[in-house]
Structure formats: C-alpha cells, structure tokens
C-alpha cells in the first residue's frame, strides 16, 4: 500500500471479488462446457471452432457446436466472424481468459501449447510467416527439447516485422528472443537481424516511397507525414542501437563463461591423470619396498622410514594377497619382482 497506494489495492480486491463471481459462474457450467472453456484459453483471446477441435480431447469434439453456442449464451464468448463456415470467437475480456487459464494445471497446459504449435506448423507449413509471433508464444510455453523452438519463432516474427516496417513490434520479438537466447548461434543469429543495413536505414531520413507518393495538393500532410515518421524512426534507431549493444555484451559474456568452463574441464581432467599417476607411483614404490624389506636385514632402517605407508590397512600381506590373486599363491616372490 506503501508503495503502489490505495488505488492499486482497491483495484487489486476489485479484481479479486470479479474473480470469484466468474468461478462461481463456470462452476454452472457442464463439465464438458468448462473443458472446452480451458482448453480455448490456451490458443488465446481469439481462438477458430476448427483450431479447437484439433486440440480438443475426442469426446469433447462431437458437441463441440452446442457447447460453444452455449457459452455464448452464458456470455463467456462471442462471435467475431464467420468466413467459408469457419466461425472465430473471442473471449469477452481478459480477466475471463486469465481466470479459466489459471484453472489448467501448467504440465496439462505446456502439452496443449505444444499441440497448437504442432498444428499449425502441420496446417500452414507452405507459408508460417503470418503464424511466427503465435508459434513464438506456444512454445515459449512449451516444456523440454521443444522449447528452443520459441527463440526461432521469435527471431523469425522479429525479422518479419522488421521487413513489412512495423519496428516497434520487432523491437518487442527482438527483447523475447534475447532472453530465451542460449547459445553462439542464437546470438550471431540476432546480429544477423540488426544487421549494418538495418542500422543504416533507421539512421536515415528519406521517406519511403509509400510516403513520398503524395499529390501535390496534399503537400502539408505529405510533410506532417514525413516528421512524424523521421521522428518514429529516430527512437527505433536509438532502441534497435541499445539492444545491439546488449546483445553484444551477452554473447561476450556466453563465450567467456564457456572459456572458463573449459579450461576448468581442462584442469580437472589433468588433476585426474596427475592423481592416478601418483596412485600408480605409490604403489609401484610400495611394492618395491615390501621386496626390498623381505630381502635383507640391512634395510630395517629404510623398512622403518617407510612403514607408515607399508602398513595402511591389513599391512603389506594384504597388498601381496592382492597380488597373489593374479598368480598362484606359490609364485608370491615371483608376483613382488613382475610389480617391481
């Protein structure tokens, strides 16, 4: 309350008392109704009749019509259009999408995410351009492997923004592919897109040729025109240069991370060899010791210079045992000198 005041709180218990009224709205509904609800809040604010169906569980699809005519009576959804007998509904407001989405265990809703995405790739394979943005956002919700598959879309809606000249939107899909990001190629990818020639021409100040079309007695909104598109485009510039730079630095960051990370395998790795060297070493040297002490009496000096080493465990008849196990317990002698 501090902080945000009471207006934020107000709206906050606003929202939470809406909430509860839409819960206790749905739970009216059949269970059939609710399902179909759930699973169109996962496509999002505007969703087909032939998009649901193709996500929806096989018993759900047979009335999926009734049911949808139903939930436009209760006033959960409405009609948008309906083009070639393809109906597209929409949900009445984003608290009612939000509220039956939150109802959805998220491992349920991360499968029907990558269900959406997966059939849409399969339906529009020949042209996904218009779909980049939607398949970016599925799979962002997506859990494992298939997860990666957002940065691609991202990137892609980003470029495809970018070409048909809406910068703020790519500016937008630019940001998300940042950070879903993992790997060198993911970064080079995004140089890619902001590329010199993109740089260049946001840093220009000529008009496009759609704007530059105008007839000589629209003069004053052709230049009104011209400012407000020099002006839009001198921010894009300023943000697309941030966002370059950012992305600079995290790759540099990514390379040097995994430089160290290396280096790190590398000295562990040579710490492994260096210690199996000096186990070899101990007990080549070990061995040569028990020989050496069982040979003469001369060597009682040496024996006790040695013993704290000759005498880890069950002495040094355990180490020759061991040996033993390798030869017939006849050849002991022989097995100490093979060692030595």
């Excluded at 899909?173 to 260049?200: K, Q, T």
Aim: aromatic share 8%.
């Amino acid at each position: 309350i501090k902080e945000r005041g009471m207006g934020d709180l107000e709206a906050s218990l606003k929202q939470g008392k809406l909430q509860a009224l839409i819960l206790l709205r749905i739970e009216q509904l059949s269970t059939e109704q609710q399902l179909v609800l759930k699973y169109a809040s996962v496509i999002g604010s505007e969703f087909s009749e032939t998009m649901l169906a193709a996500i929806l569980p096989l018993h759900l699809v047979q009335n999926i019509s009734q049911s949808l005519e139903s939930l436009v009576e209760h006033s959960f959804i409405y009609l948008i259009e309906e083009l070639s007998g393809i109906s597209v509904f929409g949900f009445q407001n984003q608290l009612i999408l939000n509220t039956l989405y939150d109802l959805m265990p998220p491992s349920d809703a991360a499968k029907v995410h990558l269900d959406i995405a997966e059939h849409i790739e399969r339906k529009y394979f020949s042209n996904l351009a218009p779909f980049y943005a939607s398949l970016g956002f599925h799979y962002v919700k997506c859990a494992g492997e298939k997860k990666h598959m957002a940065f691609v879309y991202e990137a892609k809606a980003a470029e495809e923004a970018i070409r048909v000249g809406s910068f703020g939107d790519g500016l937008v899909f630019l940001e998300c592919a940042l950070s879903l990001a993992e790997c060198d190629e993911d970064f080079e990818m995004l140089l890619n897109i902001l590329s010199p020639d993109l740089m260049e021409f946001l840093s220009s100040n000529d008009v496009p040729s759609s704007l530059s079309a105008e007839s000589s007695t629209s003069q004053q909104s052709s230049h009104l025109r011209f400012v407000l598109f020099e002006s839009k485009n001198n921010s894009s510039r300023v943000e697309y240069a941030k966002l370059k730079l950012r992305v600079e630095k995290r790759q540099k960051e990514m390379r040097k991370n995994n430089h160290n990370n290396s280096n790190t395998h590398s000295r562990g790795a040579e710490g492994v060899t260096s210690k199996s060297q000096k186990t070899s070493r101990y007990y080549f040297w070990k061995a040569k010791s028990v020989q050496r002490s069982s040979s003469s009496a001369s060597t009682v000096q040496e024996k006790d210079h040695h013993s704290h080493h000759i005498q880890n465990k069950n002495s040094s008849s355990t180490s020759i045992d061991g040996i033993e196990n390798f030869r017939s317990r006849s050849e002991s002698h022989n097995t100490c000198c093979i060692i030595t």
